[in-house]
């Protein structure tokens, strides 16, 4: 459905983008207790498996009755981008720092708008690309320490290309979302990644040592399949099918910000000026994005 015949607020879906950012930025601190004893690619695959799973249950009966072939390829496109974004950054993860892979990956928002106007023949607006730039020197006063270097390395160079996959994906979830069922291509593209990341894993990773696992490492892995995969996928999906996507983007990235506000409160993480400054930005970006141009758009109406 056209975004212009939507009767839902807009308001309503960049609220749901917002609480996606909220649920990866927790999903950060639990990672941190489980990529020990779970290698990356069996994450990748058994999150996104499960999340398939758990949506499947609650979409079925429309599952039924919207799935064609249109779908599974769509489905399949999604999911074959989203398994290149996570796998390429934890790729680059094994060559380079995360605060520098938490920056690196947040320069998604500049190609946003740009890949927009090259697929979806949007043409950015100097808001778009103002607030984008804003948003990226935000994230690196949140993500980089005084230690970090902006020489580019191996690993830097693969999160690189991660963010480049973030951003497909947002442009193609753009791109199908009016003329397909949003939940039935986040099912297929959940079990497309889960499939992927099996094959993956069994191809380069050592099986984990399920029956010794502990409590924790599996209650992580419930709340990355069902919160920071399955429900945060389906909001970013559906938020994105009604947003632009320079600045659906762009409150996606916020992500960062509070990743950083939970490692403070849960983990005991020190509240720095830099990290103020950073927020400050990233909430100036999202004031460039989102209320400059509304205002400029009243003053014109007004004069007209």
């Known amino acids: 459905m056209a975004?212009?015949?939507?009767?839902?607020?807009?308001?309503?879906?960049k609220a749901f983008l917002l609480l996606a950012a909220a649920i990866w930025g927790l999903g950060t601190v639990v990672i941190k207790d489980i990529v020990d004893a779970v290698p990356p690619a069996w994450l990748v695959a058994i999150r996104f498996f499960?999340?398939?799973?758990?949506?499947?249950?609650?979409?079925?009966?429309?599952?039924?009755?919207?799935?064609?072939?249109?779908h599974?390829?769509?489905?399949a496109l999604l999911g074959v981008i989203l398994f290149f974004e996570y796998w390429l950054n934890s790729l680059g993860l094994t060559d380079t720092t995360a605060s520098k892979s938490a920056f690196l990956t947040s320069c998604y928002c500049v190609l946003v708008p740009f890949l927009g106007w090259l697929f979806l023949r949007r043409r950015p607006t100097r808001f778009n690309v103002m607030a984008a730039l804003?948003?990226?020197?935000?994230?690196?006063?949140?993500?980089?320490?005084?230690?970090?270097?902006?020489t580019l390395g191996f690993g830097d160079g693969i999160t690189l290309v991660s963010a480049l996959f973030v951003a497909l994906e947002v442009i193609t979830v753009a791109r199908f979302a009016s003329t397909h069922d949003i939940l039935v291509l986040t099912c297929v593209q959940f079990f497309v990644v889960g499939l992927l990341g099996f094959g993956g894993a069994l191809a380069v990773e050592p099986m984990p040592d399920f029956a010794r696992l502990d409590p924790g490492v599996w209650a992580g892995l419930a709340y990355l399949a069902a919160g920071a995969s399955?429900?945060?996928?389906?909001?970013q999906n559906t938020g994105l099918?009604?947003?632009?996507?320079?600045?659906?983007?762009?409150?996606?990235?916020?992500?960062?910000?509070?990743?950083t506000a939970?490692?403070?409160?849960?983990?005991?993480?020190?509240?720095?000026?830099?990290?103020?400054?950073?927020?400050?930005?990233?909430?100036?970006?999202?004031?460039?994005?989102?209320?400059v141009p509304l205002r400029r758009a009243q003053k014109e109406a007004g004069r007209g």
């Open 3 to 13: 975004l212009s015949h939507f009767t839902t607020p807009r308001w309503i879906f």
């Open 50 to 70: 499960f999340a398939g799973i758990i949506l499947a249950v609650f979409i079925l009966p429309r599952l039924r009755r919207r799935l064609d072939a249109s």
């Open 134 to 150: 804003v948003c990226v020197v935000g994230v690196g006063f949140i993500s980089l320490s005084s230690a970090d270097t902006l």
């Open 262 to 291: 939970f490692a403070i409160m849960l983990l005991g993480d020190a509240l720095t000026l830099q990290l103020v400054i950073g927020f400050a930005l990233v909430f100036c970006a999202i004031v460039i994005s989102e209320y």
């Open 241 to 259: 099918a009604h947003v632009e996507p320079a600045q659906g983007s762009l409150l996606l990235a916020t992500e960062s910000v509070f990743g």
């Open 230 to 235: 399955c429900v945060t996928i389906v909001l």
């Open 72 to 75: 599974l390829r769509v489905g």
